[in-house]
Nanobody
Framework: QVQLVESGGGLVQAGGSLRLSCAAS????????MGWFRQAPGKEREFVAG????????FYADSVKGRFTISRDNTKNTVYLQMNSLKPEDTAVYYC??????????????WGQGTQVTVSS
C-alpha cells in the first residue's frame, strides 16, 4: 500500500510558477513510476507528466511540454512538478499517482487526495 500526500498548490497569476510536491509513504518508492494528473471542473482527469522509477525517463502531455518539469528524489520518497509559465487553462485539481512498475505507461494504482491549482488571468 502506498499513501501519497500532495502539497504546493495555490493561487497564482498567469505567467507565474508553482512547485507541487508529493510525499509517498512506502519503503518501495524507488520501484514505483510516478505520475501527475489533473482534473478541471466539468472535465475528465488527464495525464500531465510521468517519471520512471529511477528518474531516467519522463513523459509529458503536449499541453505542458516545455513549461512543466517532473522530477523525483528517491532518498526523500518525493516527486515534484515544477510548473512555469502557468496559464488559466492549467487551473485544476492536481493529483499525484504511483504505479508499482518501472515504466510510466499503464495503470496507476495509488492516488493522492489532490491539491488545487488556480491560475488567474
Amino acid at each position: 500500500q502506498v499513501q501519497l500526500v500532495e502539497s504546493g498548490g495555490g493561487l497564482v497569476q498567469a505567467g507565474g510558477s508553482l512547485r507541487l510536491s508529493c510525499a509517498a509513504s512506502t519503503r518501495t518508492f524507488s520501484s514505483n513510476a510516478m505520475g501527475w494528473f489533473r482534473q478541471a471542473p466539468g472535465k475528465e482527469r488527464e495525464f500531465v507528466a510521468g517519471i520512471g522509477s529511477r528518474g531516467r525517463s519522463t513523459f509529458y502531455a503536449d499541453s505542458v511540454k516545455g513549461r512543466f518539469t517532473i522530477s523525483r528524489d528517491n532518498t526523500k520518497n518525493t516527486v515534484y512538478l515544477q510548473m512555469n509559465s502557468l496559464k488559466p487553462e492549467d487551473t485544476a485539481v492536481y493529483y499525484c499517482a504511483a504505479r508499482p512498475k518501472m515504466t510510466i505507461t499503464g495503470e496507476y494504482d495509488y492516488w493522492g487526495q489532490g491539491t488545487q491549482v488556480t491560475v488567474s488571468s
